[in-house]
């Protein structure tokens, strides 16, 4: 099972018309660690937020929709390092804040050279439209 979704992910990882990415399923069973271990295999670095420790990082979505000036924010609270192609940017659990799920149209459309990969828990209620990209 476990290589089965690792090559679905690399795929991913391949793609020329790859977009955020968006990965559902119940709380605990191993969203968030699959991503990571993706990234240390496949990357040469992994930027991790998680929404539900640090609900501080919602803030940079409230005020711009520009992904690259999110990236920036990000990059200089965190102090994490973010370089396109290289680094898989993991935002986990990101089901509470409606600011980042609107912005991923934007990283889809304006940064589609950041490898972005987002957790959603299965829990969460959502219509079809309230997801902007392509999810998984």
């Not at 992904?67 to 924010?73: G, P, V």
């Amino acid at each position: 099972m476990e290589r089965l979704v690792l090559t679905k992910l690399l795929e991913w990882k391949n793609s020329e018309y790859r977009k955020p990415l968006l990965l559902k399923g119940a709380r605990g069973v191993g969203k968030t660690w699959l991503l990571k271990e993706f990234g240390n295999r496949y990357y040469q670095n992994t930027a991790y937020f998680n929404f539900e420790d640090s609900p501080e990082y919602q803030q940079f979505f409230e005020t711009t929709k520009d992904a690259h000036r999110i990236l920036d924010n990000l990059i200089m609270a965190s102090g994490q390092n973010i370089e396109k192609t290289h680094t898989l940017i993991i935002f986990d659990e990101i089901q509470g804040c409606p600011n980042v799920i609107n912005s991923l149209k934007y990283f889809c459309e304006n940064a589609p050279e950041y490898h972005l990969a987002c957790t959603v828990s299965q829990d969460f209620k959502t219509s079809p439209s309230a997801f902007p990209v392509g999810n998984w």
